[in-house]
């Protein structure tokens, strides 16, 4: 019988749960969906296990979910590297695993996978190799993206059936367990994940004034001091629900990973922000608002940029103004105040546009399936 291969998927954190949370879907998929054998090498699992709890913060190595889940220390142990190797986003490999690499008697496959960007450059750097100064390796790079010619996007096989089957009772009894009541007719339901410095006063402003109620469900994160200070109290805690006129938010817990999903499916408008919220967002097939990571030198105003022009290029032109309207003002460059009731005004074109986005993307095949077959060496 053939031997799997084995893959190692190197993270590091830098900040926040992106990082954490696009691998361990990544590894996942590759486990599940084409039998690959896959250590994840994680430098923090304290924010890991945020996002899943089963994660034994304590134990170096565990197996979870099939997965071999592994601490990254400083001093790394040294260990047989994979067949496949992939370094996230840059992330800079421990020099003894470089070394073991070099030393074994068929190369591995190295990939330093890349962050998401729409921008055009991106397609020139796909898949481009770049050759190790003094040892026999080389290393590709790989851009997730949401073009033809780029790695895709994450999707496992599984996400769109489980949303298409996600129905009333379903959704029901996901509010149940948050303990919130059901969706009732007439009321918009929002969900808010974003950074501290977007304009969520802003945001609650025009939802005070809105003609229809609305209700925003906020999964506990550093935005919730904002939120105590516009209803005049402290940072409010799950399960408290605060109201202004026709607004209720309700603060909720932060949740794992794959309820995550579902409660972008129950929502009719998203915000999410960084990279993995905003890609499961578009896939949630509703109406959603990006958060840019911001960046050093205001580069992710590019980056913001480049993905509105892409997104918005085959909607009619009043939806793409009010779209980028509210999203520009949502990263500091505009009025919500302004913005909000043109684009919630366009809420049935934008939900059946969410459908048309996702047909736009689906031929490019996901990221994961897409990373598989540039890794058998005949590809490359
Ligand atoms: O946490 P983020 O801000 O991560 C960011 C981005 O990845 C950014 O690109 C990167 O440069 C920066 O970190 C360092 O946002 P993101 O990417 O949406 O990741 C959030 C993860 O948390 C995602 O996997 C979904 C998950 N999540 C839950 O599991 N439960 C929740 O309740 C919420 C709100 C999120």
Redesign the pocket.
């Known amino acids: 019988m053939l031997k799997k291969p084995r893959w190692d998927i190197f993270c590091t ?10 691998c ?2 990544l590894a996942r998929q590759l486990v599940n969906e084409h039998g690959l054998e896959v250590r994840l090498w994680v430098d923090d699992l304290s924010i890991l296990s ?3 709890p089963a994660i034994n913060v304590d134990e170096d190595r565990q197996s979870l979910r099939a997965v071999e889940v592994c601490c990254w220390r400083k001093s790394f142990v040294s260990t047989q590297p994979a067949d496949v190797v992939i370094e996230t ?1 840059a992330c800079t490999l421990p020099d003894n695993y470089i070394l073991a690499m070099a030393d074994l008697p068929q190369q591995p496959v190295w990939i330093n996978l890349e ?2 960007s729409a921008e055009n450059w991106t397609l020139d750097c796909h898949c481009l190799p770049s050759f190790h100064p003094h040892l026999s390796l080389t290393k590709y790079f790989f851009f997730p993206g949401f073009v033809e010619g780029t790695g895709g996007l994450l999707l496992e096989k599984s996400l769109l059936p489980a949303r298409v089957s996600f129905n009333n009772i379903s959704q029901d009894i996901f509010f149940q367990e948050l303990g919130l009541q059901s969706r009732r007719d007439g009321e918009l339901y929002i ?1 808010l ?1 974003c ?1 501290d410095d977007a304009p969520i006063e802003e945001l609650l402003s025009a939802c005070v004034i809105s003609d229809v109620p609305i209700r925003v469900l906020v ?3 550093s935005v919730n001091n904002a939120i105590g200070m516009f209803f005049g109290v402290g940072s409010p805690a799950a399960g408290q629900v605060l109201q202004s006129a026709k607004l209720k938010v309700c603060i ?9 999903d579902q ?1 972008l499916w129950a929502c009719d408008i998203n915000f ?9 967002a578009q896939w949630a097939e509703r109406v959603f608002i990006w958060n840019i ?1 911001p ?1 050093a030198e205001q580069s992710h105003r590019l980056k913001l940029e480049a993905f509105l022009e892409l997104y918005t290029e085959r909607m009619p032109p009043e939806m793409s103004v009010a779209v980028c309207s509210l999203w520009n003002a949502w990263n500091g460059n505009g009025q919500m105040i302004n913005a909000w009731p043109i684009f919630a005004a366009q809420m049935t074109e934008l939900t059946e546009y969410s459908n048309k986005w996702i047909r736009q993307l689906l031929p490019i095949g996901d990221l994961t399936s897409n990373l598989v077959r540039f890794s058998r060496k005949d590809q490359i």
């Open positions: 954190i830098i900040d926040n749960f992106g990082d954490a949370g696009f361990w879907r945020q996002i899943e986003f962050y998401l969900s994940f950074y999964p506990q994160h909720i817990p932060f949740l794992e990973q794959d309820k995550y409660l999410v922000r960084g990279e993995d919220s905003f890609v499961r990571y960046q």
